[in-house]
């Protein structure tokens, strides 16, 4: 599968943002989707998590009261809904795919996408 990340932007803190994740190439229903970040100088985290169904999500703690990930099957997409963002939110945020992990599944993931850069100023 391939993915394209899209969406990203330079906003202000507490403004809103919504990345998109477009797949291709094989039936993206079969993958799980996660959204990944790496901010500079530190290592990529897992962010959220969303099963093949659309319907079980998770989260990194400190962004699950402000970020939403789903799904749209029919349109091959996830999507991370990120509300409320603050400066720490800044980084080049990356969607993935695997077709074995199961709910709560946070990596290794086989699929990655480009990567999309995200920068809230203060």
């Known amino acids: 599968v391939q993915l394209q990340a899209s969406g990203g932007g330079l906003v202000q803190a507490g403004d809103s943002l919504t990345l998109s994740c477009a797949a291709s190439?094989?039936?993206?229903?079969?993958?799980?989707a996660g959204w990944f970040r790496q901010a500079p100088g530190k290592e990529r985290e897992f962010v959220a998590g969303v099963s093949r169904s659309g319907g079980r999500k998770y989260y990194k703690d400190d962004v699950k009261e402000r970020f939403t990930i789903s799904r749209d099957n029919a349109k091959n997409t996830v999507y991370l809904q990120m509300n409320s963002l603050k400066p720490e939110d800044t980084a080049v945020y990356y969607c993935?795919?695997?077709?074995?992990?199961?709910?709560?599944?946070?990596?290794?993931?086989?699929?990655w996408g480009q990567g999309t850069q995200v920068t809230v100023s203060s």
């Open positions: 190439g094989r039936t993206f229903s079969a993958y799980v």
């Open positions: 993935a795919a695997d077709p074995s992990g199961g709910y709560g599944y946070r990596g290794p993931y086989d699929y």
